[in-house]
């Protein structure tokens, strides 16, 4: 059964997003969350499990490790692993597979994890992962997995021009020579992969990018107060993460105050905007903007929610519009949350957000 708050206004179950380290040996253009080989922020130890402690205090349902590139801290990491564990939080890695230098380490690296308690892990792959973490060792990690009867998810950057796609991921000749129900075990799914500076437009696969004919199959954001991120520089905000750490309004709390969890859902959910994100998302509010000033372009510009999120807290024009019109939506959004929250808790509801 799906865990569910009993008090706030998003009352759907919240992840716990930890990013040990911004260290990372990848050094992506445009990474989500600012990291790269040279950045040296870490949390400590002490703060991770008190961010695990509070997260089941809060009835939280999972936690997941993240980055920069949450294994550079392996010992601790496995440590909180455990301690999550030890409290019935389901755990899951997102990781570049870094690690997966021979088969050997795959095993070893792998068999270390679910043994402190891991339930998921998720690699991240694609041209610009590629350029520093080879392909090979997401294979190696994969098949390291086969090899346990452990399902694997696989996440490919989507760009319109790129060597990497999921039909390569699975096509790769030693993922191929799996049996059929091998295969079942590897699940590749594809991405956008987006700039940080929602005034760059990237190049996406026809369909991708968000237009009005496609209005009613933007759903509302489901990071936002559902997902919340204690980051390396002891920052909390109120997302995912995706490009966070350049839109201030997003960070939320810091973790010098002992009840950090507490006081950013609390901050978050009393910022009417981060409602309307989570309950119409980002592209509809850009829609509904565009209606009322024309000057603002927005169409086929955006296929991932983060950047179209971006554009509404950094475009002076966009944050107009909703600093001056922005009660006119308020019984909406406040009927759509009734309805997602209390009247009918489910997400089939989802779907109707756009009517």
């Not at 009352?11 to 990474?31: E, I, Q, V």
Request: hydrophobic share 40%.
């Amino acid at each position: 059964m799906t865990a569910r708050a009993s008090s706030g206004v998003f009352r759907g179950a919240k992840t716990l997003s930890l990013m040990p380290t911004h260290t990372c040996p990848a050094a992506c253009a445009n990474c989500a969350s600012m990291s790269g080989p040279d950045v040296r922020e870490n949390l400590s130890l002490d703060t991770i499990l008190s961010a695990i402690g509070q997260a089941k205090a809060l009835g939280f349902y999972n936690v997941v490790f993240t980055g920069g590139e949450a294994t550079l801290r392996w010992k601790d990491l496995l440590t909180a692993i455990r301690h999550a564990h030890a409290l019935e939080l389901p755990t899951r890695l997102v990781t570049n597979a870094h690690w997966a230098t021979s088969a050997y380490t795959a095993d070893k690296t792998l068999a270390e994890l679910l043994e402190a308690g891991l339930c998921e892990i998720n690699y991240s792959t694609g041209d610009e992962h590629t350029r520093f973490i080879p392909l090979e060792r997401v294979i190696r990690a994969c098949l390291a997995a086969v090899r346990r009867n452990f399902k694997v998810w696989v996440m490919v950057e989507l760009r319109e021009q790129r060597k990497v796609t999921a039909a390569s991921v699975n096509g790769h000749p030693l993922i191929a020579a799996l049996s059929e129900s091998e295969k079942q075990l590897i699940e590749v799914s594809e991405s956008p992969w987006m700039p940080l500076d929602p005034s760059t437009i990237e190049t996406y696969p026809a369909g991708a990018a968000a237009n009005r004919l496609a209005l009613k199959s933007q759903l509302g954001c489901s990071s936002v107060l559902q997902t919340y991120t204690v980051q390396a520089n002891g920052v909390v905000g109120s997302c995912c993460g995706i490009g966070m750490r350049k839109i201030p309004e997003l960070n939320v709390a810091r973790v010098d105050n002992p009840d950090f969890l507490k006081s950013a859902i609390e901050e978050a959910e009393s910022d009417f905007l981060k409602l309307w994100i989570h309950y119409k998302g980002p592209e509809q509010i850009l829609a509904w903007a565009a209606a009322i000033n024309p000057s603002i372009q927005w169409e086929n510009m955006y296929a991932h929610h983060c950047q179209a999120c971006a554009r509404l807290y950094q475009d002076e024009t966009v944050r107009q519009v909703i600093r001056i019109h922005h009660e006119e939506m308020i019984e909406n959004v406040l009927q759509t949350a009734w309805l997602d929250e209390m009247h009918a808790p489910s997400e089939s509801l989802r779907s109707s957000r756009s009517a």
